[in-house]
């Protein structure tokens, strides 16, 4: 404790310091306060610029969906009539320089590949040297113009563009707006035949500031991979767009593809309303919810729709196959997997074992949760079971929401391995979340409406998210009122029949939380995140948000990560993670004790002690470092001393 220092700490020993130092102190404070001002301002000014008049609230304020709190600007199906000369409105808000024109006739006439990789590169090109010449542009330009504006146009073009949408737009720009996958099912999906009378589909694509090349990548893949038949419609939902090629341009090249309509949204309503005002409009029997940026492998619907045909309380998923967001090359994943969360509530996709499915290739696989990147859902079980959850801000965390919702309340969920989507990942999967505590605040939601006595297990995994449900209580009447009138079964259940592998903590007091070494001031840390085993524990500073949690349970094991699946084990006289044996019944031999007068933790099958080891300076010859060769930073199992360095102590951060 009394090496970790607070701010007001590091203040304290500032302040005490001699005169200079203290001036030091006082122009660092000073610009310190400088710079908020400049950040204030600039968040209100561009508070000003960025939200509309009609719009005052933020974005991470709750949304809701209802049909009174949207508003359709253009829905092309049910318009009478396209002009025929497409009378366009001037986006006189747009710079000049940004602006790229592409003639009217070129898209009415091949209106499916309007930006071809040839066409996108002179367009470019052009753009380039007109805004370099700063010719100013008259309005009547020839051939009645449709303007597409290529945002943040620089010489600097590939950072700017990856900054912007977090993957590398001008290379989808070079790729037509239609392209083919390489066939990746296994052989027997394509001998596997669908009953006649598969119901339809609406596939319900929102979008936010989407890049257009993607967007319309999306849309022309579901035209080009759907059979006539199944697709009832392809239903775009703008989730209030800013940026301009999404505004009258997207109208008019939505109004000339057939099947597919366009609605808007008047307020940011986030993955989950924005998802709920489509369904509300969609007129197949069956949603497909996709992400604005995919590209569907062929015959991807058919066996969906199968599935969900067979029983209407089934959810299903695509396998996801990846874009790479600097190529835009597709990969594909390796089957068989499903979706899980941990106790973090983070999403992941878990490889399974080959062997326990290699006689069914084509089989689907049952999935705790489902990612959203793609989800099929009869229309009427998605209303019945209650829809997204309307008070999800934004985006994140709401798909895992559903799927324990849909698992509780008489619903099941499963990935369909002849049905393939391929997803752009993105340069930074957080990328557009524009506040850590949105994802935060959407987890609070599942923690208090479905992991009942469990959240404690969450929080102390995220202590943020334990200090905002502190500051503020999410209203959740509604859906517990909904969980009521749906009869859905406790947690409990879910983990013990849907989910059993995910490990139940035992987070006793003083035996878990992050293991505070005492010699270094540092904690045990896992460098790589979550999954990997096999690889060194290591030290960093204590980061106090819950992601250095482990516990040291009842059974003698010290159990790391979100998943507490991975144990501390030797591996000569390195520590290292890996799979933690079925635990029960009998227990194994322990393997780990804390002798809590001494603060040592003890490797049991070899009685040496935890020792941790910071690669910095020459501090570390006491203990005999010459025998060691190079000293590296992590966690060894040395004989046991009294040593600073072999002293530790669990820290519950929170106690939720
Ligand atoms: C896709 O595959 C290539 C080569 O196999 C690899 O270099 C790249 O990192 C992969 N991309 C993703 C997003 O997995
Ligand atoms: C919570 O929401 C319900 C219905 O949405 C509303 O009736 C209630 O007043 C809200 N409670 C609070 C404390 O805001």
């Not at 319900?204 to 080009?224: K, M």
């Amino acid at each position: 404790m009394y090496t970790r220092l607070s701010y007001l700490g590091v203040t304290m020993v500032l302040w005490s310091r001699p005169r200079p130092y203290r001036r030091m102190m006082l122009c660092l404070w000073l610009l310190i306060l400088a710079l908020s001002v400049a950040t204030l301002m600039d968040i209100l000014f561009w508070d000003k610029l960025q939200t509309p008049p009609s719009s005052p609230r933020r974005l991470d304020q709750p949304v809701r969906s209802g049909p009174a709190e949207f508003e359709v600007i253009l829905d092309s199906r049910d318009r009478a009539k396209p002009d025929p000369d497409f009378g366009l409105t001037p986006l006189s808000s747009l710079q000049e320089d940004q602006l790229l024109f592409v003639p009217l006739n070129q898209m009415r006439n091949s209106p499916f590949s309007p930006l071809s990789t040839e066409r996108s590169r002179e367009v470019i090109s052009n753009a380039k040297r007109e805004s370099a010449a700063r010719v100013p542009r008259t309005p009547g330009y020839t051939g009645r113009p449709v303007r597409v504006q290529l945002d943040g146009l620089k010489s600097d073009m590939d950072e700017s563009f990856l900054h912007k949408y977090g993957f590398n737009e001008v290379v989808s720009e070079r790729i037509p707006l239609r392209r083919g996958l390489p066939e990746n099912r296994d052989p027997a999906c394509l001998e596997e035949r669908f009953s006649e009378s598969l119901p339809s589909a609406t596939v319900v694509i929102c979008f936010h500031d989407e890049a257009w090349s993607t967007l319309l990548r999306t849309v022309h893949s579901v035209l080009d991979t759907a059979p006539k038949e199944h697709l009832q419609e392809v239903l775009l939902v703008d989730d209030l767009s800013q940026h301009g090629h999404l505004k009258s341009v997207l109208s008019e090249y939505v109004s000339r593809l057939k099947g597919v309509r366009l609605i808007r949204s008047m307020r940011r309503l986030g993955v989950a309303g924005c998802r709920s005002l489509g369904a509300a409009r969609a007129a197949g029997e069956v949603l497909v919810f996709m992400d604005s940026h995919c590209e569907c492998h062929s015959g991807w619907l058919q066996p969906l729709l199968e599935r969900v045909a067979q029983d209407r309380t089934r959810v299903v998923s695509p396998i996801i196959d990846i874009i790479d967001w600097q190529t835009f090359q597709y990969n594909a994943t390796q089957w068989p997997h499903r979706g899980v969360f941990d106790w973090r509530l983070d999403f992941y996709w878990e490889t399974l074992s080959l062997q326990k499915h290699q006689d069914s290739p084509v089989e689907p696989i049952q999935s705790p949760a489902l990612a959203g990147t793609v989800l099929a859902i009869d229309r009427h079980f998605f209303q019945s079971v209650g829809g997204y959850d309307p008070g999800m801000l934004l985006w994140g965390a709401e798909h895992t929401e559903i799927s324990i919702r849909v698992w509780s309340c008489g619903g099941s969920m499963e990935v369909i391995p002849c049905s393939r989507v391929a997803h752009l990942g993105h340069h930074h999967p957080h990328f557009l979340l524009p506040d850590q505590d949105v994802m935060q605040k959407n987890k609070i939601r599942i923690a208090e409406i479905w992991l009942e006595a469990y959240r404690k297990i969450y929080y102390r995994r995220d202590t943020l998210a334990h200090f905002i449900r502190q500051s503020e209580s999410p209203n959740i009447t509604e859906r517990v009122t909904l969980k009521k009138s749906l009869g859905c079964r406790n947690f409990h259940w879910f983990l013990t029949n849907i989910y059993p592998e995910l490990h139940v903590p035992q987070d006793r007091p003083s035996l878990s939380g992050e293991l505070y070494n005492v010699g270094t001031g540092y904690c045990a840390d896992y460098p790589r995140g979550q999954g990997q085993e096999g690889v060194a524990m290591s030290i960093a500073p204590c980061s106090g948000n819950g992601n250095q949690h482990c516990e040291l349970n009842s059974f003698g094991e010290v159990r790391w990560g979100p998943f507490a699946r991975l144990c501390f084990d030797a591996l000569v006289e390195k520590v290292v993670l890996t799979p933690c044996l079925p635990n029960q019944p009998p227990p194994n031999k322990p393997q780990w004790r804390i002798i809590k007068l001494t603060g040592q933790v003890v490797y049991l099958p070899k009685q040496r002690c935890l020792e941790a080891v910071k690669d910095k300076g020459g501090d570390q010859t006491d203990m005999g470092d010459q025998h060691r060769g190079a000293t590296q930073t992590g966690l060894f199992l040395r004989p046991c001393a009294h040593h600073p360095r072999q002293q530790w102590h669990f820290e519950q951060l929170v106690v939720p």
